[in-house]
């Protein structure tokens, strides 16, 4: 009899269907070997001789090496943007300077299965959050920046605007060139220069946006990129001639940042970490909210500064929620981020995947239920079963720290008051999702939970007109929108 449940209970995890490979074709993609620095105009051999390679997650092969800039090709970078900045850019109109926003725009749309291939190869996330939500976005963000480039009297009504300078810009491997585009895009419209970092895991996008940016006829030293790690990110914020600090990635380097830079003249926007609470009522759409939970964890691996990492069920609808989730979980596929059937993609890098594993083996030492998704796994790159902690505490450093992985924790609530004090409770404020048929809950919501972004019956939607940024330790300062020109602006 027992054998018999465990046969059963073994037949309803097996897949309901099986899907034919579907890869993106890679046959179209330029890569050179070997990436130099992108500095004054020109490619660059860095100083220290020194280049590092970039992994495919997907299959742990090296795509490229990448050139590791030292603090002389930092300030060789930084020299260029100054000179541009003083001879070309700051003189140059918004209207001209808006051509060119507009022109990379174009040129990014063009290219954009180009672009879309080398990130998932690059970064591991699925060819269709590529295609469909990274590059997509990343060219709406220069097309609306280049709206806003001769129309700035329009944004601050009654003010000068002035730009700051050089603005040094270190970027995250969870959206490489969206978060090129985000921090780009604002600063060249507002008429600074620009010296960027992308992370070191994920260059190559960055570096192929340097291609198109010079392809487009850019003014040398307008917009510098140089590649390294932390190191070359530190000489970068600590340059004297770097008039603002642009930073995204996690909250213990924020710190460092911010100590770094305090008591200089350097203005500075840091979007951090995130512990994103999801909160599904009863009166929710079941299926709808089950579909917006995968979509805002698992579909890109937790690699999301606002996943909704942390679920809350209202207790009614518990078990019918983790019943349903757990189903959706065990029909993902998870596997080669080029395939188009793909929903789960690769873990950015093997150090990434060991922090998940160990935030996992935390949670079942602490005793909590863990539940790992049965899909079938590669049997070569960086992956993670999308997994679900149930039974858990709100103490556990499971619902309290950033994992940054394929890991949902899911807690339950009676009230409206309880769950906004859980919700409440960490040390983040980056987004949040509510998931309810009434619009009062919607707004009662909205005002009380301290999260820059609040979705209501959907999650991970972005858009280039609103502001993106985080409460306590998820950071300060917005990015896009208005509130995004004003980070790269002196108002008078
Ligand atoms: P994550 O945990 O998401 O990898 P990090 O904060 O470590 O985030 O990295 C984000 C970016 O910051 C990367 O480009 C990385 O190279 C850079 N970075 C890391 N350490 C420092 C530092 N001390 N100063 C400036 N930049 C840094």
């Given amino acids: 009899m027992a054998k018999n449940k465990q046969q059963k209970a073994k037949a309803s995890k097996k897949k309901t269907w099986d899907l034919s490979p579907a890869p ?4 179209h993609v330029q890569l050179k070997k070997k990436y130099e620095l992108y500095i004054d105009g020109k490619w660059v051999k860095p100083t220290s001789g020194k280049y590092f390679p970039s992994i495919n997650p997907g299959n742990e092969e090296k795509i490229a090496d990448v050139a590791h800039a030292d603090a002389k090709d930092v300030d060789k970078a930084v020299k260029a943007a100054r000179k541009a900045y003083d001879n070309v850019w700051s003189k140059m109109s918004g209207k001209e300077r808006g051509k060119y926003l507009f022109r ?5 749309q063009e290219r954009a299965r180009e672009f879309a291939v080398i990130e998932s190869m690059d970064g591991g996330k699925p060819i269709r959050e590529s295609r ?11 097309f609306y920046y280049a709206g806003w480039a001769d129309k700035l009297e329009f944004a601050f009504p009654n003010r000068k605007v002035e730009a700051l300078g050089v603005a040094g810009q270190i970027i995250p491997w969870n959206f490489p060139l969206l978060m090129a585009a985000w921090k780009i895009a604002p600063a060249l419209a507002t008429g600074n220069t620009i010296v960027i970092k992308p992370a070191e895991t994920t260059s190559l996008t960055a570096l192929k946006l340097a291609e198109l940016i010079h392809e487009a006829g850019v003014p040398p030293g307008v917009v510098n990129v140089v590649t390294g790690f932390g190191d070359t990110g530190a000489e970068i914020v600590n340059h004297p001639d770097v008039n603002k600090v642009a930073f995204t990635g996690s909250t213990n380097v924020g710190k460092l940042i911010q100590n770094a830079i305090a008591g200089t003249k350097k203005k500075s926007t840091l979007e951090l970490g995130g512990k994103s609470a999801n909160i599904i009522f009863e009166d929710a759409p079941i299926d709808q909210a089950v579909e917006g939970i995968v979509n805002g964890i698992f579909f ?5 500064c606002c996943a909704g990492s942390r679920l809350f069920v209202q207790e009614g609808v518990a078990d019918q929620v983790i019943k349903k989730l757990k189903n959706r979980l065990d029909h993902l596929y998870i596997g080669d981020p080029l395939d188009k059937n793909t929903d789960v993609g690769a873990i950015n890098s093997k150090e990434q995947l060991d922090t998940i594993r160990k935030y996992i083996e935390i949670g079942k030492n602490e005793g909590n239920d863990i539940y790992e998704s049965s899909c079938n796994m590669p049997s070569k790159g960086y992956f993670c079963k999308p997994t679900l902690v149930l039974n858990v505490a709100q103490s556990s450093k499971l619902v309290q720290e950033e994992i940054f992985g394929p890991v949902l924790t899911v807690q339950t609530f009676r009230t409206v008051d309880e769950v906004i004090q859980k919700a409440n409770n960490t040390p983040y404020g980056l987004a949040a999702g509510v998931w309810t048929d009434k619009g009062s809950k919607i707004f009662n919501l909205t005002g009380k939970l301290r999260a820059g972004v609040i979705w209501a019956n959907t999650y991970n939607r972005f858009d280039p007109v609103s502001p993106f940024g985080g409460y306590k330790e998820s950071g300060f300062g917005r990015e896009g929108g208005l509130h995004g020109l004003e980070a790269y602006v002196k108002l008078a």
Avoid: K
Wanted: a negative charge.
């Fill in 104 to 108: 990379i725009a174009r040129m990014i």
């Fill in 132 to 142: 469909d939500v990274d590059v997509p976005l990343a060219a709406n963000h220069f």
């Fill in 300 to 304: 890109n691996q937790g690699h999301v």
């Fill in 24 to 27: 993106e074709s890679t046959s």
